[in-house]
């Protein structure tokens, strides 16, 4: 890692004020909606009225937002010179200059610190899990993403653990076909993810990085076709076969949020040239955020039934 700016770069003068202000940016906030996964197993082991058990699961979230947040940095710190290359990543703050190097690894020390501290309060279980997924990202940052495939299944990994934390956390089982759909629907999503950088990118894909030449749109467009699908069938099955739903009928009434809320999603992969970032879509798409919402009310209906 260079702490000098490359060639086309320069260096951006900011007061310690800014350096807090760039230091949770580089952290990325947006991507800690990632981390509402930890709350899956409170909301389908039906626990959302023990007030101790909703404690303890925002402390998890907060663990893991601190955690993947000090992640987040160590990537942008690795990739620096990468993301400079990069049409959007160049604009991130260790890339840009905005946040100095020395700075950038003291909020990557606090925020580890902290989020590994409160996990371990947590639980030794939670505690465990939490290095356990801090193992993985580092995996695959150090080279886990520039084999094809495998990649995707990394990171698709991460959210699987993440839903397991979560039910850690407040001592709850979760069921497999959760994992299943967590699983299922997180390849969907980080097959997305490639094929719109792959489209965005163009030529310079590979240049960027490595294993993106090694798959091609209509590839892609395979995977997504095969575990969208995947999703929905598993889904459905879930919410009419499982012993969750056996307890909770309602819970079949959510399949058609899921099924149009795929379907959305692709078309905004594919006419939109969307995908590249999910929270993105999640965080401005009216259409997904109705969708998320109406999904959530009626499970929640359908649990407290």
Known sequence: ???????????????????????VVAMRPRQWTKNLLLFAGLLFADKLGDSARVWLNVLAFVSFCLISGALYIYN????????RLHPRKRLRPIASGKL????????????????????????????ALAVLYMVLSLSYSLGGKYIVILDVFLIAL??????LAGAVAIDVSISGWLLACTTLLSLFLGFCKR?????MLGEEA????????????????????IVASATIITYALYTIQSATAQQHEGLKYTIPMVMYGVFRYLYLVHRKELGGAPEQVLLEDRWIQATILMWVGVAVWAILH
């Open 1 to 23: 890692m260079k702490a000098v700016p490359s060639e086309g770069t320069s260096a951006v003068q900011s007061t310690p004020i800014e350096w807090i202000k760039w230091g």
């Open 158 to 163: 991460g959210f699987v653990l993440r839903a």
């Open 195 to 199: 094929r719109h950088e792959l489209v």
């Open 100 to 127: 100095p190097v020395g700075v950038a690894m003291w909020f990557l020390a606090v925020a580890l610190m902290a989020g590994l501290t409160m996990a371990f309060w947590i639980g030794p279980a939670f505690g």
């Open 206 to 225: 590979s240049n960027h990085r490595a294993t993106l030449g090694e798959y091609s749109v209509g590839l892609l467009d395979q995977f997504i076709s």
């Open 76 to 83: 942008d710190l690795r990739d620096v010179e990468h993301d």
